[in-house]
């Protein structure tokens, strides 16, 4: 079975300091890995995924297969940067495992 | 139509009642999901559709009955609820294979009594 873990339930930066989510991951297949946000009163939204390898919101993720992990980075926080992350798993089958989250607070 | 649309937004049931939570969206995607995300914790995958076809059931008590009718609707149907039911209940569509991205709906705010 799979799972996601993300050891950080509360993370509290300041504006302007760089940030890291953290995200590991235990599957025996090959994963599909994805970061997804969910802002105040909004629905859950990809933020992005490894498959893309882009950056989105100045924010970057990769994977590194030999420490299964999947952590989220950006250099430098801003204040709307404050919001639920999700970091989640799909199996080639199509079965989604979400971590339990990460809220991420950045002071002004 | 980029969204994924979900109603109602609020339900209040009794333990005897029965009701359905319909999903829908138009973006021609092949695959939908249940989930049941309870206070302050993450989504829990209840089914898949895909293709129209349930392919995956997570164990989920039959109280909860889904249905894909066609390729854009996707109902669950809710018969004997217990009080511990009461959760926010997602919907997502992705495309076609596991690296495409979940569309989330807005999600259904179910309350049993």
């Known amino acids: 079975a799979q799972r996601v873990t993300q050891p950080e339930k509360l993370l509290s930066v300041f504006k302007g300091a760089p940030v890291e989510l953290k995200c590991n991951y235990s599957y025996s297949g090959s994963p599909e890995l994805f970061w997804y946000v969910q802002y105040s009163r909004q629905r859950l939204q990809l933020l992005l995924r490894h498959i893309s390898r882009e950056s989105i919101k100045g924010f970057t993720a990769d994977l590194n297969k030999g420490e299964t992990s999947f952590h989220l980075k950006k250099p430098f926080a801003q204040e709307e940067d404050s919001a639920m992350y999700y970091c989640a798993l799909t199996t080639n089958a199509g079965k989604s495992t979400f971590g339990d989250g990460t809220t991420l607070t950045v002071k002004p | 139509d980029t969204e994924v649309t979900q109603t109602p937004k609020h339900l209040v049931m009794g333990m005897t009642n029965k009701k359905s939570l319909k999903c829908e969206q138009h973006m021609g995607h092949r695959a939908m999901y249940w989930y049941k995300q309870k206070a302050k914790k993450p989504p829990e995958l209840m089914f898949v559709?895909?293709?129209?076809?349930?392919?995956i059931n997570e164990s989920v008590p039959s109280r909860f009955s889904p249905e894909c009718p066609n390729s854009s609707l996707l109902n669950l149907h809710l018969h004997a609820l217990q009080p511990e039911d009461s959760a926010l209940y997602l919907c997502?569509?992705?495309?076609?294979?596991?690296?495409?991205?979940?569309?989330f709906g807005p999600g259904t705010r179910l309350t049993v009594l």
């Open positions: 997502a569509s992705r495309d076609r294979g596991p690296a495409d991205t979940q569309y």
């Open positions: 559709y895909s293709y129209e076809k349930l392919s």
